[in-house]
């Protein structure tokens, strides 16, 4: 499975953003699927992830309330809605699958084994 991450860009604080990524080689509907940040000199972090029922939804503390993950109904897109955007959220970043299904390490970087390529966002103040 390929994955490809798109949707990042420059944006004001307190705007929006959606980013898409696509799965190729392969649907989402098996796979458990998760977004991470990483910003520069900072290590990766997860933001988001959708189990593969696609019902299922954890966050990070600091995003809570204001990004949304889900799957599309072909599931061969997984989305991040990001709302109230603000210079904290700035960073490249990254979806993820896995096949695995286990709760206590959905929000370990190293649980998941594709990746796609990262996408850039960019918050002005």
């Known amino acids: 499975v390929q994955l490809q991450a798109s949707g990042g860009g420059l944006v004001q604080a307190g705007g929006s953003l959606r980013l898409a990524c696509t799965a190729s080689?392969?649907?989402?509907?098996?796979?458990?699927v998760a977004w991470f940040r990483q910003a520069p000199g900072k290590e990766r972090e997860f933001v988001a992830a959708?189990?593969?029922?696609?019902?299922?939804?954890h966050y990070a503390e600091s995003v809570k309330g204001r990004f949304t993950i889900s799957k599309d109904a072909t599931k061969s897109m997984v989305f991040l809605q990001m709302i109230r955007l603000n210079p904290d959220d700035m960073a490249v970043y990254y979806c993820?699958?896995?096949?695995?299904?286990?709760?206590?390490?959905?929000?370990?970087?190293?649980?998941?084994?594709?990746w796609g390529q990262g996408t850039h966002v960019t918050v002005s103040s």
């Open positions: 959708i189990r593969r029922g696609g019902v299922s939804t």
């Open positions: 080689g392969g649907s989402f509907g098996r796979l458990t």
């Open positions: 993820a699958a896995t096949s695995r299904d286990i709760l206590s390490t959905i929000r370990r970087s190293l649980t998941y084994d594709y």
